[in-house]
């Protein structure tokens, strides 16, 4: 895992980045992509996995999803 100054593109499961917060860097002073507008763009399983101490520290690339459709 690269602990450099990035920025690096990583795979990982989402619950990752909560124990693994001192390997990467969070996105700061960013008007343009706040805490509050990722939350709006995002699923919430995103939201709760990515934002961490109001900070965003990844984007997802991808959200695996289950519907359930009755007939």
Do not use: C, H
């Not at 980045?17 to 699923?43: C, E, G, M």
Request: proline letters at 6%; zero cysteines; charged letters at 20%.
């Amino acid at each position: 895992m690269s602990e450099s100054t990035g920025p690096d593109i990583v795979l990982t499961n989402g619950e990752w980045v909560a124990y693994n917060k001192n390997k990467l860097v969070p996105r700061l002073n960013d008007v343009s992509f706040t805490p509050d507008l990722f939350r709006n763009t995002f699923v919430r399983s995103a939201n709760e996995t990515l934002i961490q101490d109001e900070m965003v520290y990844g984007v997802p690339l991808g959200v695996d999803t289950l519907g359930i459709i009755y007939n």
